[in-house]
């Protein structure tokens, strides 16, 4: 069993940064791909960053290209996305996801940590 947990989210102005952290607990943590989705309020869940199994390949939706990083650390179970030059449209909850496959099949999924950015 794995159980992601989500940290560093808060309040920050526009411009700022933040640097999200999950950490899983349990083994096998480098046999998943790690990503980040968010959802803002009355929006769908989207995808954010996602990375694979050894850090090696990255992809990014095309709102965060450029801004954010994804990145990994399998020695600390643990995956980051760094976030740079926030907008106000950042503002959502921010979830951890970890997939064996597809993110539609995702196994396991944080509780969300939330960012706001103000203007």
């Known amino acids: 069993q794995v159980q992601p947990v989500e940290s560093g989210g808060g309040l920050v102005q526009a411009g700022g940064s933040l640097r999200l952290s999950c950490a899983a607990s349990?083994?096998?943590?480098?046999?998943?791909?790690m990503g980040w989705f968010r959802q803002a309020p009355g929006k769908e869940r989207e995808f954010v960053a996602a990375?694979?199994?050894?850090?090696?390949?990255?992809y990014y939706s095309d709102s965060v290209k450029g801004r954010f990083t994804i990145s990994r650390d399998n020695a600390k179970n643990t995956v980051y996305l760094q976030m740079n030059n926030l907008k106000p449209e950042d503002t959502a909850v921010y979830y951890c996801?970890?997939?064996?496959?597809?993110?539609?099949?995702?196994?396991?999924w944080g509780q969300g940590t939330q960012v706001t950015v103000s203007s």
């Open positions: 996801a970890l997939t064996s496959s597809t993110w539609e099949s995702a196994e396991y």
């Open positions: 349990g083994r096998a943590f480098s046999s998943y791909w």
């Open positions: 990375i694979s199994r050894n850090g090696g390949t990255t």
